[in-house]
């Protein structure tokens, strides 16, 4: 089933074939809730708990091809959601920072993941919008929920020399966005089409 969903993405147009085995490797139904186990390995989205979706595969696989992983790349995940998008970024030899703001979503992932195998730098609980300062600069910014805007800090905290933002900008449909950074205030900017994304959350304290 899960080689099934690997060619489903692949006749999809994803053609990186790390970012492929990643997705043929992880159990994507130990991510869900139990009463969508039958579709685990369709390429579909589904809700997961306090509001939330597993994005669909196609979306993970796509937004990870344009971050163009490397092994030991440091990189930080706004919003860990199910974990499933961190545990590609793990199968991948990413050194990975994920932040969560949904209490629920981060005590489940922060002792699930590791369960599995998955070990995170740092699993953070807190607002993704002013990103991980302390630990910057990153390799890779991925965002994975839909921002209305592009927030300033994840900009400021990729690494000036070819760091990646990945992120879908825009309110009720988002347009999947990578910014390149090619100076310390130079970025290149490439859109890629229409996505569809649970609001991302700032903290509003």
Same mark, same amino acid.
């Given at each position: ?64 091809? $344009?971050? &163009? ?6 990189? =930080?995940? @706004?919003?860990? +959601?199910?974990?499933? /998008?961190?545990?590609? !970024? ?64 994840? $900009?400021? &905290? ?6 990646? =933002?990945? @992120?879908?900008? +825009?309110?009720?449909? /988002?347009?999947?966005? !990578? ?27």
């Amino acid at each position: 089933m899960r080689q099934q969903l690997v060619n489903v993405i692949r006749a999809k147009g994803i053609q990186d074939e790390k970012v492929l085995a990643a997705i043929g490797k992880i159990p994507r139904h130990l991510f869900m809730d139990s009463g969508f186990l039958d579709h685990a390995y369709q390429d579909k989205a589904f809700p997961i708990a306090a509001d939330q979706t597993i994005s669909q595969p196609y979306t993970v696989a796509f937004q990870t091809e $344009l971050m &163009q992983v490397s092994p030991e790349d440091k990189v =930080l995940e @706004i919003g860990t +959601g199910s974990g499933y /998008q961190t545990a590609v !970024l793990c199968e991948l030899g990413a050194r990975v920072y994920s932040i969560e703001r949904q209490q629920e979503l981060f005590k489940k992932t922060s002792k699930f993941l590791p369960k599995l195998g998955y070990r995170a730098k740092k699993l953070i609980f807190g607002d993704g919008y002013k990103g991980l300062p302390d630990e910057a600069p990153f390799d890779s910014i991925i965002v994975t929920a839909g921002a209305p805007f592009v927030p300033k800090p994840l $900009l400021s &905290q990729l690494k000036v020399d070819g760091g990646r =933002l990945v @992120i879908p900008v +825009g309110d009720d449909v /988002q347009v999947m966005t !990578l910014f390149i950074r090619k100076g310390p205030k130079e970025f290149e900017q490439h859109e890629f089409g229409e996505f569809r994304f649970v609001p991302l959350l700032e903290d509003r304290n």
